[in-house]
C-alpha cells in the first residue's frame, strides 16, 4: 500500500477515507484533521487558554501534543485517583503524564484525590452506596468536578478531553439503545458553559482510536497501554465490539453513524418541540460550584459521608 500523497510506503490505510498515508503525511494529516474541527465547531482560539484533561494514555496525551504542534496555549490537569493495588495504573499513568510534560516544558497540573479527600476511588468508594460495588460512578462524578474546579479557578476559556470517535460512538450507540433522550440532546463536540459549569470541547471527535494510538506510537509519546482495571467489563467497550464488528462489514458505519446524528441535530430534525426543560443551577453552599441540589452538590455530600464512614470505621486513611 502506498501513501496517496507522495507514493512512499503507507504506514495506515483509513478504509473509511480510502485513504492510505506514510509516517510523515500522517503526522501532518491528524493535526489538520484537529484544526478543521476545532474551526468548524468554533471550539477554541489562539488567544483562549485550554485546559486539557489527561489520563496518560495515548487520546489525551497525542491532544496535548497536537494543540501545542498547532500552536495553542493549553496546560495538561491531570487527576490522581488512587487507583493502584496490583495494577500502579494510578502511579504509572501520573509518571506518564509529567514525563511527557517536563519533556515538553508544558505546564502540568496534578491534583491527588487522596491527598486532598483523604481517600482514593476505590477506597472511596467501598463506604459508599454510590454505584453499586464499582467505583467508576464516584470516579465520575469526582473527575467532573475537579476538572470544573480547575478551569474555573484557573481562569481557562475551555476544558478540552481527548473523546475519540470510538468513545462517542460507542456513547451514542447506549444512549440510541436505551433512548435516552435527556443524554442525546447533550451529546455533542461542543457543551457550552453554563451557569458556572466550564465550556468543554473534544477536538479529537472524528479520528478513530486506531488514528489517535498510530498517532501516539509514531510521535513516539510514551502513554500507558493498560485501561483501568475497573474498565473490564465496562458496556461501552462491549458497544465498542459491536461497533467494530459492524466496522469491519462496512468501513466507515461509526463514523457515519456519528456524524449523521450531529448532522441532524444541527438540522433540528432531532428534538424538535422537545427541548427538556434545563434544572436551574446555583451555588453548593460548601464549595460554591454549580448545582441543582437545594444545599451541597453531589460532591460535596459525597465526599463528606465517606469521610463520616472513614472516621467511624476501621479503614485506614489514605496516606
Ligand atoms: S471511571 Fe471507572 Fe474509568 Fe474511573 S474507575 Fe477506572 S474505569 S478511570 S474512565
Ligand atoms: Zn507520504
Ligand atoms: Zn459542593
Same mark, same amino acid.
Request: charged share 25%; with cysteine; hydrophobic share 35%.
Given at each position: 500500500?502506498?501513501?496517496?500523497?507522495?507514493?512512499? *510506503?503507507a504506514?495506515? %490505510?483509513? +478504509?473509511?477515507? *480510502?485513504?492510505a498515508?506514510?509516517?510523515?503525511?500522517?503526522?501532518?494529516?491528524?493535526?489538520?484533521?484537529?484544526? +478543521?474541527?476545532?474551526?468548524?465547531?468554533?471550539?477554541?482560539?489562539?488567544?483562549?487558554?485550554i485546559?486539557?484533561?489527561?489520563?496518560?494514555?495515548?487520546?489525551s496525551?497525542?491532544?496535548?501534543?497536537?494543540?501545542? +504542534?498547532?500552536?495553542?496555549?493549553?496546560?495538561?490537569?491531570?487527576?490522581?485517583?488512587? $487507583?493502584?493495588?496490583?495494577?500502579?495504573?494510578?502511579?504509572?499513568?501520573?509518571?506518564?503524564?509529567?514525563?511527557?510534560?517536563?519533556?515538553?516544558?508544558? *505546564?502540568?497540573?496534578?491534583?491527588?484525590?487522596?491527598?486532598s479527600?483523604?481517600?482514593? $476511588?476505590?477506597?472511596?468508594?467501598?463506604?459508599?452506596?454510590?454505584?453499586?460495588?464499582?467505583?467508576?460512578?464516584?470516579?465520575?462524578?469526582?473527575?467532573?468536578?475537579?476538572? %470544573?474546579?480547575?478551569?474555573?479557578?484557573?481562569?481557562?476559556d475551555?476544558?478540552?478531553?481527548?473523546?475519540?470517535?470510538?468513545?462517542?460512538a460507542?456513547?451514542?450507540?447506549g444512549?440510541?439503545?436505551?433512548?435516552?433522550?435527556?443524554?442525546?440532546?447533550?451529546?455533542?463536540?461542543v457543551?457550552?458553559?453554563?451557569?458556572?459549569?466550564?465550556?468543554?470541547?473534544?477536538?479529537?471527535?472524528?479520528?478513530?482510536?486506531?488514528e489517535?494510538?498510530?498517532?501516539?506510537?509514531?510521535?513516539?509519546?510514551?502513554?500507558?497501554?493498560?485501561?483501568?482495571?475497573?474498565?473490564?467489563?465496562?458496556?461501552? $467497550?462491549?458497544?465498542?465490539?459491536?461497533? %467494530?464488528?459492524?466496522?469491519?462489514?462496512?468501513?466507515?458505519?461509526?463514523?457515519?453513524?456519528?456524524?449523521?446524528?450531529?448532522?441532524?441535530?444541527?438540522?433540528?430534525?432531532?428534538?424538535?418541540?422537545?427541548?427538556?426543560?434545563?434544572?436551574?443551577?446555583?451555588?453548593?453552599?460548601?464549595?460554591?460550584?454549580?448545582?441543582?441540589?437545594?444545599?451541597?452538590?453531589?460532591?460535596?455530600?459525597?465526599?463528606?459521608?465517606?469521610?463520616? +464512614?472513614?472516621?467511624?470505621?476501621?479503614?485506614?486513611?489514605?496516606?
Amino acid at each position: 500500500m502506498k501513501c496517496r500523497k507522495c507514493g512512499e *510506503k503507507a504506514v495506515i %490505510n483509513m +478504509r473509511q477515507h *480510502k485513504l492510505a498515508l506514510c509516517g510523515d503525511h500522517f503526522l501532518e494529516w491528524i493535526p489538520q484533521q484537529t484544526q +478543521r474541527s476545532i474551526e468548524k465547531y468554533r471550539m477554541f482560539g489562539p488567544q483562549d487558554r485550554i485546559l486539557v484533561a489527561v489520563s496518560g494514555g495515548k487520546d489525551s496525551l497525542a491532544l496535548w501534543d497536537v494543540l501545542q +504542534r498547532l500552536g495553542y496555549q493549553a496546560d495538561g490537569l491531570y487527576i490522581g485517583l488512587g $487507583i493502584d493495588g496490583g495494577s500502579r495504573y494510578s502511579a504509572e499513568s501520573q509518571r506518564l503524564s509529567e514525563k511527557f510534560a517536563q519533556e515538553r516544558g508544558l *505546564k502540568l497540573i496534578v491534583v491527588d484525590v487522596a491527598q486532598s479527600e483523604g481517600a482514593g $476511588i476505590p477506597q472511596g468508594a467501598a463506604l459508599t452506596r454510590r454505584g453499586q460495588g464499582k467505583p467508576c460512578s464516584l470516579c465520575g462524578l469526582t473527575k467532573r468536578h475537579i476538572m %470544573n474546579r480547575v478551569a474555573r479557578q484557573g481562569g481557562y476559556d475551555v476544558l478540552a478531553t481527548g473523546h475519540n470517535l470510538d468513545d462517542e460512538a460507542a456513547v451514542l450507540f447506549g444512549n440510541t439503545l436505551n433512548w435516552a433522550v435527556g443524554y442525546l440532546a447533550r451529546q455533542g463536540p461542543v457543551l457550552e458553559e453554563r451557569h458556572g459549569l466550564a465550556r468543554k470541547v473534544k477536538p479529537f471527535h472524528r479520528l478513530y482510536e486506531r488514528e489517535t494510538a498510530a498517532y501516539a506510537l509514531l510521535r513516539g509519546i510514551e502513554y500507558i497501554y493498560d485501561e483501568c482495571p475497573f474498565a473490564e467489563g465496562a458496556t461501552s $467497550i462491549t458497544y465498542k465490539d459491536y461497533l %467494530n464488528q459492524m466496522e469491519a462489514q462496512r468501513p466507515g458505519l461509526k463514523l457515519s453513524f456519528y456524524l449523521s446524528f450531529l448532522r441532524a441535530k444541527e438540522e433540528g430534525l432531532l428534538f424538535a418541540g422537545s427541548q427538556q426543560p434545563q434544572p436551574s443551577l446555583h451555588a453548593c453552599e460548601s464549595c460554591c460550584q454549580p448545582t441543582s441540589a437545594p444545599d451541597r452538590c453531589a460532591y460535596c455530600r459525597t465526599w463528606g459521608q465517606i469521610r463520616e +464512614r472513614m472516621a467511624t470505621s476501621a479503614v485506614p486513611p489514605a496516606e
